[in-house]
């Protein structure tokens, strides 16, 4: 597999308490047993380097509903090797990558403190890092969670309440998790973004690897 794709891998699986990864000819299996997330097959290749025959190959396996392909190339490309019974996000994902040298900082963040009201708080659990901010009125602002798996670490489920967006919030979340990663020793993290979150991470000085396709199975 892909040197980024394995790390991605290796630390989502953590990050979301899926099965250990099964490896394939063209990738890896990964079971979650979720209704709508039974499974999940994620190609092993990059780019232009991910090939069509392997990518009919592992779709045309799938006899199940609930099952999704995860490949790391177009959407508008990927989507033309499946069939009409598959459907395909039609945002394209991102996988981005980010070295660590050193701690983000307090500046950087954008803020020196939280907004008035607003209260932090990270814990770890399991081996995955956990930060969240709440409102004033204790509501969910903002949050993310970091699997460490070696020298490389996923950030995942990095998200902020539409209501709390340009409040530094989520710069805030991300120094979080790359301080927490530092402090494991970590020296790259990853992560599979949304066109949303790609700005975002840009700013941060996180960079794009390759575009993402996911795929689920209807069933036939």
């Given at each position: 597999m892909?040197?980024?794709?394995?790390a991605?891998?290796?630390g989502?699986?953590?990050?979301?308490?899926?099965?250990?990864?099964?490896?394939e000819?063209?990738g890896?299996?990964?079971d979650?047993?979720?209704?709508?997330?039974?499974?999940?097959?994620?190609l092993?290749?990059?780019?232009?380097a991910?090939?069509?025959?392997?990518?009919?190959?592992?779709a045309?396996?799938?006899?199940?509903?609930g099952i999704?392909?995860?490949?790391f190339?177009?959407?508008a490309?990927?989507?033309?090797?499946?069939?009409?019974?598959?459907?395909?996000?039609?945002?394209?994902g991102?996988?981005?990558?980010?070295?660590?040298?050193?701690?983000?900082?307090p500046?950087?963040?954008?803020?020196?403190?939280?907004?008035d009201?607003?209260?932090?708080?990270?814990?770890?659990?399991?081996?995955?890092?956990?930060?969240?901010?709440?409102a004033?009125?204790?509501?969910?602002?903002?949050?993310?969670?970091?699997?460490?798996?070696?020298?490389?670490?996923?950030?995942?489920?990095?998200?902020?309440?539409?209501?709390?967006?340009r409040?530094?919030?989520g710069?805030?979340?991300m120094?979080?998790?790359?301080?927490?990663?530092?402090?494991?020793?970590?020296?790259?993290?990853?992560?599979?973004?949304?066109?949303?979150?790609?700005a975002?991470?840009e700013?941060?000085?996180w960079t794009?690897?390759?575009?993402l396709?996911?795929?689920?199975?209807?069933?036939?």
């Amino acid at each position: 597999m892909d040197e980024t794709v394995q790390a991605w891998v290796d630390g989502w699986v953590v990050s979301r308490g899926a099965a250990p990864p099964v490896p394939e000819p063209w990738g890896c299996t990964i079971d979650m047993g979720m209704d709508g997330h039974v499974t999940r097959h994620v190609l092993g290749a990059l780019g232009d380097a991910v090939d069509e025959t392997n990518v009919r190959k592992a779709a045309e396996a799938v006899t199940g509903a609930g099952i999704w392909l995860k490949v790391f190339r177009d959407p508008a490309v990927v989507g033309d090797w499946l069939g009409a019974d598959w459907w395909i996000d039609p945002e394209p994902g991102y996988l981005m990558t980010l070295p660590l040298t050193r701690p983000p900082a307090p500046e950087a963040d954008g803020l020196r403190t939280l907004p008035d009201g607003y209260r932090q708080r990270t814990w770890s659990r399991g081996g995955v890092v956990r930060t969240m901010i709440a409102a004033p009125d204790g509501s969910w602002a903002a949050r993310g969670q970091l699997a460490p798996t070696g020298a490389t670490a996923v950030a995942d489920q990095i998200a902020t309440s539409p209501g709390h967006r340009r409040r530094g919030l989520g710069t805030l979340v991300m120094h979080t998790l790359q301080r927490a990663a530092l402090e494991q020793g970590v020296e790259r993290c990853v992560l599979a973004g949304t066109p949303e979150g790609r700005a975002l991470y840009e700013s941060l000085g996180w960079t794009v690897s390759g575009m993402l396709t996911s795929a689920r199975f209807t069933g036939r």
